[in-house]
């Protein structure tokens, strides 16, 4: 698969999931379930081409058992990537998710400080913003070069993705902040899979492992084992089954 038809793939799941749940069930955990399974369905198992170094990945997700931590980000990314070397390297992404609210231009779940101490744990964690309607990104895309496309249109998300870190220098949580988004599918195939936003300290590992950390542990986490398609992926890492099991079991 090449890798631009991976991210159109991922935008419209995002837009299936986010289209379902509006105005009904209009909630950050229902929505952000729903997206992963779907993800995880589609994207188990993805070898693509297209990059500077063609890869392939194993894609698997868990959900966290019992109450969830209060203060931490929705979605974490457990990020496993072996070099062309053999080495492996790994990382720790974080994505907290908001709802747009009904007939505003403005995200009303987000605690100021909530953000505060999200950033003080993990300055890496991104800002996804769903809104049920389409949003036009920073994403640009050079279609000419690949015959599977149609012409150049307007790329266009429901769930735009920024630094949290920005948003909060903005300090302004309303539609004003798509000016600085680029696409979910985007922050997974151009920054997560070559190693970008990724947190690598021991405790953020840690905490997207499901172990005892400071950082605590997020809702859901997104184990992704990247190798070039000649090498073999990373060996699995279990995550702390008293903490996480597979969405699958999870409902």
Known sequence: MHFIEMEQFIEQEVTDAVSRHFPLDWKEDWITHDMLIRLRSRFRHVA????????????EIYK???????????IG????YRMPTGNVIEGAGFLEAKVRGRNSTNFPHVRPDQITRILSRTPQTRLVLYDYNPVAVLDD???????????PYALVTHAPVLPLQLASAVGQYDDTLYRFCTSFSRQF???YFHLH???????AI???KGFPSELGSPNVVMVVRVAP???ELPERVPLNDNTYGSIDDNG
């Open 189 to 191: 195939t151009r920054r």
């Open 141 to 151: 895309f050079d279609y000419s070069r690949h015959h599977f496309h149609r012409p």
């Open 48 to 59: 693509l081409f297209g990059l500077r170094i063609p890869i392939h990945l194993d894609w």
């Open 206 to 208: 840690a905490s997207v």
């Open 64 to 74: 966290l058992h019992g109450t969830r931590e209060k203060y931490f980000g929705d």
């Open 229 to 231: 398609q000649e090498q």
């Open 77 to 80: 990314v457990l990020l496993r």
């Open 197 to 203: 936003d990724l947190d690598f300290s021991k405790q």
